[in-house]
């Protein structure tokens, strides 16, 4: 079985750029939650979606991100315009409903010049 | 508001030794669930162990175990008999039981390395 899949794996770009994010989770798993690390400190929560619709936003820093799941298999998260302090590791989790396990990618290393 | 705090940022241990990561946490709910992940280096994150807090006995996964002390708000993970591919990142989270609470709440992370 395919794990959580999350393309690319690293992006540079430059302030004022736009850049969009992709996960793929688990087959069959209807939760989809983003996480985003800031070098050196704790992992944090931007958003969760259950199926397409968003069941919790209150992480997401700022309306320059735009998180999407249609249909509700993969999603995006772009970041527009990107700034400098968007740099980070961004990751994709997944879970199926009912469960408390959530499944990880390997993540997308942002970088913001 | 829950917190989750990993004090070591960074550990070592000799190949075969045993090794001890921190994890404190504040939380004001009774019911709650407990994880260690460990992420490689540009690799997949994955779940170590799991705790679920009105569970007294603690986890054990092969030479992973835990020593959960809920009244201190204490979980630390013990690696037994480390190995070479035990060095990863590791992060300890936390997950309220409430129903609709599924965010989990991280801490900073403890870069374990492995001396052969």
């Known amino acids: 079985e395919a794990g959580v899949t999350q393309f690319p794996s690293h992006s540079v770009i430059e302030k004022g750029q736009t850049v969009t994010l992709r996960c793929d989770p688990i087959s069959g798993h209807d939760n989809l939650y983003w996480y985003r690390r800031v070098m050196g400190k704790e992992i944090k929560f931007l958003l969760h979606f259950v199926k397409e619709s968003k069941q919790d936003e209150s992480g997401m820093p700022n309306n320059r991100f735009l998180a999407e799941r249609t249909g509700g298999t993969y999603s995006t998260l772009k970041v527009q315009p990107a700034e400098l302090e968007d740099s980070g590791v961004y990751f994709c989790?997944?879970?199926?409903?009912?469960?408390?396990?959530?499944?990880f990618g390997a993540g997308t290393r942002l970088s913001v010049l | 508001a829950q917190t989750v705090t990993q004090s070591q940022p960074e550990m070592s241990v000799q190949e075969a030794e045993t090794v001890t990561l921190s994890c404190t946490y504040d939380?004001?709910?009774?019911?709650?669930?407990l994880f260690w992940y460990k992420q490689p280096p540009s690799r997949q994150m994955i779940l170590v162990i799991r705790?679920?807090?009105?569970?007294?006995q603690n986890a054990t996964e092969n030479r992973f175990s835990v020593n959960f002390q809920k009244a201190a708000k204490s979980f630390s993970l013990k690696i037994s008999d480390s190995q070479l591919g035990d060095a990863a990142m590791y992060f300890c989270?936390?997950?309220?039981?409430?129903?609709?609470?599924?965010?989990?709440?991280f801490g900073t992370g403890t870069r374990l390395k492995v001396l052969a």
């Open positions: 989790a997944s879970s199926q409903v009912g469960k408390n396990i959530q499944y």
């Open positions: 989270a936390y997950r309220g039981a409430t129903s609709g609470t599924y965010k989990y709440i």
């Open positions: 705790q679920e807090a009105y569970k007294q």
């Open positions: 939380t004001s709910e009774s019911d709650y669930y």
